[in-house]
């Protein structure tokens, strides 16, 4: 922050010695709009350059206590959160969704943007989201990349299959499975030379496609095994629910535990039908399909009762070894069909499926 700036921010608190003040900041990738408000809702901005530490470095020099900074998540990822941690700022990154918006559109600047953030956080409406660590992080982004390493696949297959449409030449049998055999007879069709050189192009890029999911698969499994281990085999008792499944729901939940019930992770996973306001269910939104939607839903319920509840289920162990003498291993797999038969019940009394 520039001296003039300092100075004028100071000017503006002077009268406010000693109190609280709320930050909001507007972050984008080469600059920062920073509020300030005081305690009487008024507001004085400025433009910093979008480094966290010397954001924070410009805030400790107000000499203010500051009651928390807020800003809202994006692709600048978490930097600026622990950068104010670090500092023993307290920081709230908010999702931009779950910040309150006017029903009439209006003005929309940067600095408005900034100082709503401040104004909002002052008056309690805003929630902030779960800061993952940098090794969660590092984590989801890997489980991240698989998946769009899936989606090229699949967008590679369809390239081929239109292509042989367009130049009118018929699939070879087994296609439909992608069998090996029928990827080799792809590079023996007899086609145009420059369609073939297509047809090659394409062929390259989804052999080297499954190539790297086989590595970023195995990268994966060696991180589940070596920090995750205990969870995925929790995760995997549930009937249905594979590596993939596991893996993606423990690094893309991260924390299980910050949940206070199974509804918030069913919310959070985005499985509930989107509903309009006459209470009919709209035939667009993130509506999971009927195939996965169970399966999900019993993952849901599974990680929360073998996550969130262990402790609690390792006590009633250990007393009913005690009282009754019978090994532990016979009571725990007594308690875990009890608790998928208790979800069953529990499903029949919930409809997560479009109609």
Not at 73 to 96: H, K, N, Q, W, Y
Not at 124 to 140: F, H, N, Q, W, Y
Not at 175 to 181: I, N, P, R
Not at 242 to 254: K, M, R, S, W
Request: proline share 5%.
């Amino acid at each position: 922050m520039a001296k003039y700036s300092v100075s004028r921010i100071s000017d503006f608190l002077e009268a406010f010695e000693g109190r609280e003040i709320h930050v909001g900041v507007d972050v984008h990738k080469l600059s920062y709009h920073v509020a300030v408000r005081r305690e009487d809702g008024a507001c004085e901005t400025w433009v910093a350059p979008a480094k966290p530490y010397d954001l924070v470095l410009a805030l400790l020099e107000l000499g203010q206590p500051i009651a928390q900074v807020t800003y809202e998540s994006g692709p600048t990822g978490f930097g600026l959160c622990r950068a104010m941690e670090e500092a023993g700022i307290d920081c709230c990154v908010v999702a931009p969704s779950k910040v309150p918006r006017a029903v009439v559109a209006g003005s929309k600047t940067d600095r408005l943007d900034c100082i709503k953030l401040a104004d909002y956080a002052a008056k309690g409406m805003l929630k902030g989201i779960a800061v993952p660590t940098p090794a969660e992080e590092g984590e989801r982004s890997l489980i991240r990349r698989r998946s769009q390493i899936v989606d090229n696949i699949r967008r590679a297959k369809l390239r081929i299959k239109s292509l042989l449409l367009y130049v009118g030449v018929e699939e070879p049998p087994g296609l439909s499975q992608w069998s090996g055999q029928a990827v080799g007879r792809l590079s023996t069709l007899q086609i145009e030379p420059a369609a073939k050189l297509t047809l090659d192009s394409l062929l390259r890029e989804l052999s080297w496609q499954k190539v790297e999911l086989k590595e970023i698969e195995a990268t994966l499994s060696m991180i589940m095994v070596k920090r995750h281990e205990e969870a995925m085999k929790r995760l995997r008792t549930v009937p249905g629910v594979g590596p993939t499944v596991a893996t993606t729901f423990l690094l893309e939940v991260f924390r299980p535990e910050r949940f206070q019930c199974h509804e918030q992770v069913v919310s959070y996973l985005g499985l509930a039908p989107t509903v309009r306001q006459s209470g009919e269910r709209s035939s667009r939104g993130r509506l999971v399909p009927v195939g996965q939607k169970r399966l999900r839903s019993l993952l849901v319920e599974s990680a929360w009762i073998w996550q969130a509840k262990v402790p609690k289920i390792k006590e009633r162990y250990n007393q009913l070894v005690a009282k009754t003498g019978v090994p532990q291993k016979a009571i725990a797999a007594i308690a875990r069909l009890l608790a998928i038969v208790l979800w069953r019940l529990s499903l029949s009394g919930r409809c997560y499926q479009s109609s």
